[in-house]
């Protein structure tokens, strides 16, 4: 067989000793684990599949390394799949830091449904890898800046989950957390506003910015964001 497929049309395949011509391509949305497997072993490759891995233990699985460095989840983003399903926005599947650090390793994913565990606590450069990926972070944690320092798309990015940060206790650090901004970051009110709140209410900690150039400050329509 050779074209476009469902996994409903490859079932007969799947339990055959026939495979697929090369350039076959998957086109469900939505993929269980297994049948994505199946159907790699039989040559296919896939077109904006998301696959649905319910369980965390199931995510370590498909990230586990082998002797020579590979892993099912490699395969399957070699073969067109870089969309995981795991839980949902009111229900997310926890996962640890350590498999949210493998994902990140691996690259090109995306995940939904997830909530890094918390457990130990969290950095915001850590935090602001978390989320690139697609991981919620845990309402209410706040999160410490190492050396109390972060670029300004960082912290932009943790302000706008509506996180808290606090600034690293380590001896001599104060509290003051500085967010850098290059020349090619564009500042709105808005992003400012939201990076300036995003400290623990009533907390005595600093919050500033710093430039290593000039930095673009875009408003709002008709300037609205100016109104008093």
Do not use: C, H
């Given at each position: 067989?050779?074209?476009?497929?469902?996994?409903?049309?490859?079932?007969?395949?799947?339990?055959?000793?026939?495979?697929?011509?090369?350039?076959?391509?998957?086109?469900?949305?939505?993929?269980?684990?297994?049948?994505?497997?199946?159907?790699?072993?039989?040559?296919?490759?896939?077109?904006?599949?998301?696959?649905?891995?319910?369980?965390?233990?199931?995510?370590?699985?498909?990230?586990?390394?082998?002797?020579?460095?590979?892993?099912?989840?490699?395969?399957?983003?070699?073969?067109?799949?870089?969309?995981?399903?795991?839980?949902?926005?009111?229900?997310?599947?926890?996962?640890?830091?350590?498999?949210?650090?493998?994902?990140?390793?691996?690259?090109?994913?995306?995940?939904?449904?997830?909530?890094?565990?918390?457990?130990?606590g969290l950095t915001a450069s850590?935090?602001?890898?978390?989320?690139?990926?697609?991981?919620?972070?845990?309402?209410?944690?706040?999160?410490?800046?190492?050396?109390?320092?972060?670029?300004?798309?960082?912290?932009?990015?943790?302000?706008?989950?509506?996180?808290?940060?606090?600034?690293?206790?380590?001896?001599?650090?104060?509290?003051?957390?500085?967010?850098?901004?290059?020349?090619?970051?564009?500042?709105?009110?808005?992003?400012?506003?939201?990076?300036?709140?995003?400290?623990?209410?009533?907390?005595?900690?600093?919050?500033?910015?710093?430039?290593?150039?000039?930095?673009?400050?875009?408003?709002?329509?008709?300037?609205?964001?100016?109104?008093?």
């Open positions: 067989m050779q074209g476009s497929i469902t996994v409903s049309q490859a079932a007969g395949v799947l339990n055959s000793a026939l495979s697929f011509k090369a350039g076959t391509v998957v086109s469900d949305r939505n993929i269980s684990v297994a049948n994505a497997q199946a159907l790699l072993a039989k040559g296919v490759t896939f077109s904006a599949s998301t696959l649905s891995v319910p369980t965390a233990s199931a995510l370590s699985s498909l990230l586990a390394v082998d002797e020579n460095g590979n892993s099912i989840m490699a395969a399957l983003k070699a073969a067109g799949i870089t969309s995981l399903q795991m839980g949902t926005a009111a229900n997310p599947v926890v996962v640890t830091q350590a498999l949210a650090n493998d994902a990140i390793t691996l690259g090109g994913l995306q995940i939904a449904g997830a909530q890094v565990d918390a457990t130990g850590g935090s602001a890898a978390f989320a690139g990926l697609g991981l919620a972070i845990p309402a209410g944690a706040a999160l410490i800046v190492t050396g109390n320092a972060i670029s300004f798309s960082e912290m932009s990015s943790l302000a706008s989950k509506g996180v808290t940060v606090v600034p690293d206790t380590s001896p001599g650090m104060g509290n003051k957390i500085t967010v850098s901004l290059a020349s090619s970051d564009v500042l709105t009110l808005a992003k400012a506003n939201a990076i300036l709140n995003a400290k623990p209410a009533g907390a005595a900690d600093e919050i500033t910015f710093s430039a290593s150039g000039a930095v673009t400050l875009k408003l709002a329509a008709s300037n609205s964001d100016l109104a008093t």
